[in-house]
């Protein structure tokens, strides 16, 4: 139980393009969900709390403006890059807590590695 | 926001070393998480441990919430524990920097 789907696995887009990536909570529903970005060896730095309904909460420093959020469902997030440019390239991933559902945690998707060419 | 630290950066182990991984944290946390990312990204969930001590086969853990601190044990080391530990606290889930094991046969 407390799976999350994250789709794509991998992704490589032409700079100044938009990509969307989906972020699913299979076996429980999820009014929040975290975004995180990882460069290579580096930690998972949180961009942006997404709420059920509400508008997304980001960090500071990230752009919202270049990464959309909607989380627009108990068990759907995603996120947009748009206008994406290389230095968006990335390795995103994202998490969702079945808390009161019987888990405890959060539990992460598999990750979506980005290329921008 | 809260602060993570986990050390060492870096470990390196003769396979069937053990060892002991770290993690402090800032404030009073009501979550902490202990994960290992493997080679291709994916972060295995370890611990929710935001208190106490747990046990899973060889590894083991521990948090200390008065003093703010956790401990991630690791016994009999395997070639396949390499890889990146992390420890993850609070409700919005921050990480340490994480400490990379090199396990060697």
């Known amino acids: 139980g407390a799976v999350v789907s994250q789709h794509p696995s991998w992704v490589i887009c032409k700079s100044g393009t938009s990509v969307k990536i989906e972020c699913r909570s299979l076996d429980f529903q999820a009014t929040t969900m975290f975004w995180y970005r990882q460069f290579p060896k580096q930690s998972l730095m949180l961009m942006a709390t997404s709420n059920e309904g509400s508008k997304a909460t980001y960090e500071q420093g990230v752009e919202k403006d270049k990464f959309l959020i909607n989380h627009a469902s108990l068990t759907l997030s995603t996120l947009t890059v748009t206008s994406a440019h290389p230095e968006d390239s990335s390795f995103y991933i994202c998490?969702?807590?079945?808390?009161?559902?019987?888990?405890?945690?959060?539990?992460f998707g598999s990750g979506t590695r980005l290329t921008v060419v | 926001g809260i602060q993570v630290e986990q050390s060492p950066p870096d470990l390196i182990l003769q396979e069937g070393a053990n060892s002991t991984l770290r993690c402090n944290f800032s404030d009073s946390v009501n979550n902490l998480q202990w994960f290992h990312q493997n080679p291709w990204g994916q972060l295995i969930n370890l611990f929710y441990?935001?208190?106490g001590t747990k046990q899973n086969g060889r590894l083991s853990a521990t948090t200390v919430a008065t003093e703010r601190y956790s401990l991630l044990y690791i016994s009999s080391s395997q070639t396949t524990d390499s890889g990146v530990y992390f420890c993850?606290?609070?409700?919005?889930?921050?990480f340490g920097a994480g400490t990379r094991l090199t396990v060697k046969p």
């Open positions: 993850a606290v609070g409700n919005d889930m921050r």
């Open positions: 998490s969702a807590s079945p808390k009161g559902q019987g888990y405890y945690g959060y539990t």
């Open positions: 441990i935001p208190s």
